[in-house]
């Protein structure tokens, strides 16, 4: 009686391991597959940010109105969304006004070689500008801002 009674607990132990193998490796498969989801979206994300580049070319001033506009162009293959660009003042957002200076397609797209004007308010001054695309690529440059002037670098 007792041998059976052994071959019964070794059957019951080794039934309850091979549940739990089933249960781990179907939750580590489940987890894996939300993490491979994840990486594809991020490397969506990491390409897309690679393919856009933007360049503060330039800037001026309206010392009447203390209008500073900065004149940036989309450099990359990526179009982006012209409307959903922020500009950052030493680090604050600031409100601005967006405009296309120079467009080649007919389309509401921010395409490669157009340029838009982001103009801000602002008293003269040195400033440490960062404009961000829509899709976060960024460019960033120090402006000086003179009652006749305004100069990027």
């Known amino acids: 009686m007792r041998g059976f009674s052994t071959i019964i607990a070794s059957a019951i132990l080794f039934i ?3 549940v739990a193998a089933y249960i781990f490796v179907s939750g580590a498969m489940g987890s894996l597959s939300n993490l491979q989801g994840a990486m594809i979206e991020r490397e969506k994300l990491i390409s897309s940010r690679l393919q856009s580049v933007i360049d503060i070319d330039a800037c001026s001033y309206n010392n009447a ?4 506009s900065f004149y940036v162009t989309n450099r990359g293959t990526y179009p982006l969304n012209a409307s959903m660009t922020k500009i950052f003042i030493n680090g604050i957002l600031f409100n601005s006004t967006i405009d ?10 921010w395409n490669r ?9 602002l008293p003269s001054g040195v400033y440490q ?23 990027v670098s």
């Open 16 to 18: 309850a391991a091979a």
């Open 65 to 68: 109105t203390n209008i500073a």
């Open 100 to 109: 296309f200076i120079q467009k080649i397609y007919n389309d509401p797209a």
């Open 113 to 121: 070689y157009e340029t838009i004007r982001v103009s801000v308010t």
């Open 129 to 151: 500008v960062r404009v961000v695309s829509s899709v976060g690529s960024y460019d960033e440059k120090i402006a000086y801002i003179t009652n006749t002037s305004c100069s």
